[in-house]
């Protein structure tokens, strides 16, 4: 085995982890109650309480790519989160992230599951070994330049 093959596997291993973690941190929060779902919402929470917020998910799937708005909207609330040191990431399966929310419907109507904010007072974060795991995966990224780092949620 080579080095890159070894490095590899510790990546995909690593990933796996992080996105085991994700889902733990947003089934616990969403049945606390600390989940903000949908763009305008989580611009509209930001706005009031940006010290609240723990972690923003920003999700896409392959048809999002072409939407123009949708990608201003993004920048935007990634320069928000930058400037106000909340971790970013980026998941590229809705369909899967609708299943871990509970199925992506409130009242009977399609939930906008683009942007996710996961709010939580910082003195309880040291405390959840997931959102841990999760902010330390965001810290790491960053010192290698990726400010934005993409999980994959696979399909259960």
Same mark, same amino acid.
């Not at 010192?143 to 994959?152: A, F, G, L, R, S």
């Given at each position: 085995?080579?080095?890159?093959?070894?490095n590899?596997?510790?990546?995909?291993? #690593?990933?796996?982890?992080v996105?085991?973690?994700?889902?733990?941190v947003?089934?616990?929060a969403?049945?606390?109650?600390?989940?903000t779902?949908?763009?305008? +919402?989580?611009?509209?929470?930001?706005?009031?309480?940006?010290?609240?917020?723990?972690?923003?998910?920003l999700?896409?799937?392959?048809?999002?790519?072409?939407?123009?708005?949708?990608q201003?909207?993004?920048?935007l609330?990634?320069?928000?989160?930058?400037?106000?040191?909340v971790?970013?990431?980026?998941?590229?399966?809705?369909? #899967?992230?609708?299943?871990?929310?509970?199925?992506?419907?409130?009242?009977?109507?399609?939930?906008?599951?683009?942007?996710v904010?996961v709010?939580?007072?910082?003195?309880?974060?040291?405390?959840?070994?997931?959102?841990?795991?999760?902010?330390?995966?965001?810290? +790491?990224?960053?010192?290698?330049?990726?400010?934005?780092?993409?999980?994959?949620?696979? +399909?259960?």
């Amino acid at each position: 085995m080579t080095f890159e093959e070894l490095n590899a596997d510790c990546s995909v291993e #690593r990933m796996d982890s992080v996105s085991k973690a994700l889902e733990e941190v947003l089934s616990a929060a969403l049945l606390q109650g600390r989940i903000t779902v949908g763009v305008y +919402e989580a611009a509209k929470s930001l706005n009031v309480d940006p010290d609240n917020v723990v972690l923003c998910i920003l999700a896409t799937d392959d048809e999002d790519v072409k939407d123009v708005a949708l990608q201003i909207h993004f920048t935007l609330i990634q320069a928000f989160c930058c400037e106000n040191d909340v971790d970013i990431l980026r998941v590229n399966n809705t369909r #899967r992230l609708a299943e871990i929310l509970g199925g992506g419907k409130q009242g009977g109507e399609q939930m906008d599951l683009h942007c996710v904010l996961v709010t939580s007072p910082r003195a309880s974060t040291a405390k959840n070994q997931a959102l841990w795991k999760v902010n330390h995966f965001c810290h +790491e990224s960053r010192c290698m330049d990726q400010w934005v780092p993409v999980i994959n949620l696979p +399909e259960r």
